[in-house]
């Protein structure tokens, strides 16, 4: 009786045991959805593990439904690479895992070794539009394409991988599109007091600028970085003062520079340079950002560069809150637009603009009705219940 063979009859008479693995456990879209799956995955009977480095949402994993094992999988080292796949070996057998499920690309290669030694079955998905400037940087991404099965994180990424990808493609190998989804429930205006928005906008300092009624607060979150179009939302709230000057807005950018400060301090001197300073402010992070979205009028969703996914679309609209942003990637997806959002042509600040202003003069009644409206959208399309039933049904498939 083969190995093979035996690890059958045992998988058979066994719940199915889950193993993902991803560089660190941050509040990212990736991090998130594999921190909802795991949990999901041990409330359906199976045995849910997770292999990471480390990260803030650690502390919040229910240890007694999901199994912690930390090893250095963020790092790219080849020689630390070949140690995380030794141990995932290990790892695979004397826990029996069923399936292991890689989330980025320096832990798919030590996967990938890992699962060819122990006959495992082997699960990928392909988050972003990972940068391929030369031919070996496309043969280093190309480790998400050689699993079992390959999930795209919507509709935008399952064509960049077509028309980028297809020499790595195997048509034997299952390849399709799961939305990512948001928890629903954690993201529900619903389920926010008056107090905590009182307390976020004093930690802030800010709630001077929005107790009075008309002043609107303009939310743009997203990490420091030119192509979340940080520079093109200061551009832009400076014409709307411009455009309607008795109109009073205060914004909010919400974001780490993540160590790159000179592009931090760029944007300060563009604040001072268009005289925005009592209306701008720079805030480094927030661990709860359903109270930012509730407490915010506008959300904005300014990149110049494809999103994957646009969690931020799908957040603002789960929270009833207008959302602005670039018609690209996923946004493009996710928002209904002139019904649950407004999309605008990406890179152009008149057209952002333009739609700051239509949305900062609309009345409370149609502002209600988006809401509404964007709500419906996500709970119908992109909750969490959704994205984590597709992936369990898929595993399952795949061992089947």
């Known amino acids: 009786m083969t190995l093979e063979l035996i690890y059958k009859i045992n998988l058979m008479s066994s719940k199915l045991k889950i193993l993902q693995v991803i560089p660190r456990l941050g509040y990212g879209g990736a991090e998130t959805g594999c921190f909802d799956l795991a949990h999901y995955l041990s409330e359906n009977n199976c ?9 803030e949402l650690i502390k919040y994993i229910n240890k007694k ?6 090893l250095p999988v963020h790092s790219k080292n080849p020689i630390l690479m070949l140690f995380n796949s030794l141990a995932l070996i290990a790892i695979i057998l004397f826990l029996n895992i069923s399936i292991v499920h890689a989330r980025s690309r320096a832990p798919a290669w030590s996967c990938l070794l890992a699962i060819k030694i122990t006959r ?19 043969f280093y991404n190309s480790v998400m394409l050689r699993s079992d099965l390959i999930i795209a994180g919507s509709n935008f990424i399952f064509s960049h991988i077509n028309e980028n990808y297809s020499g790595y493609l195997d048509l034997n190998k299952k ?56 520079e093109m939302f200061i551009e832009a709230l400076h014409n709307v003062k411009k455009e ?36 701008i402010k720079f805030i480094d992070k927030c661990e709860l950002m359903p109270l930012a979205y509730k407490v915010s009028d506008v ?6 560069e494809p999103e994957a996914f646009g969690r931020v679309s799908v957040e603002a609209q789960s929270m009833e809150k207008p959302i602005i942003a670039s018609n690209i990637g996923g946004s493009k997806e996710t928002i209904i637009n002139d019904k649950t959002g407004f999309l605008f042509e990406v890179g152009k600040t008149e057209e952002l603009s333009k739609r700051l202003i239509h949305v900062l003069n609309l009345d409370e009644s149609t502002l209600k009705f988006i809401g509404i409206e ?23 498939k795949l061992i089947n």
């Not at 959300?299 to 110049?304: A, E, G, K, T």
């Open 120 to 138: 495992r079955k082997f699960v990928t998905t392909f988050h972003g539009t990972y940068n391929f400037s030369n031919s070996l940087k496309k």
């Open 47 to 55: 045995s849910s593990f997770i292999v990471t480095s480390g990260g």
């Open 65 to 70: 439904k999901v199994k912690l094992i930390r």
């Open 244 to 279: 309607i000057p008795d109109k009073e807005f205060f914004a909010v950018v919400l974001g780490s520079d993540q160590g790159r400060k000179v592009y931090k301090k760029k944007l300060v001197r563009l604040v001072e340079q268009y005289r925005l300073q009592n209306c």
């Open 175 to 230: 390849f399709l599109v799961i939305f990512r989804g948001i928890n629903t429930e954690y993201f529900n205006s619903k389920k926010i007091v008056q107090a905590d928005e009182n307390k976020i906008l004093k930690k802030w300092d800010i709630k001077k600028y929005v107790d009075l009624k008309n002043i609107s607060l303009i939310l743009l979150p997203g990490r420091l970085t030119h192509w979340k179009g940080q």
């Open 374 to 396: 964007g709500r419906k959208n996500v709970v119908k399309k992109f909750n969490i219940e959704k994205m984590c039933f597709s992936t369990y049904s898929e595993y399952k």
């Open 299 to 304: 959300i904005v969703s300014s990149s110049i």
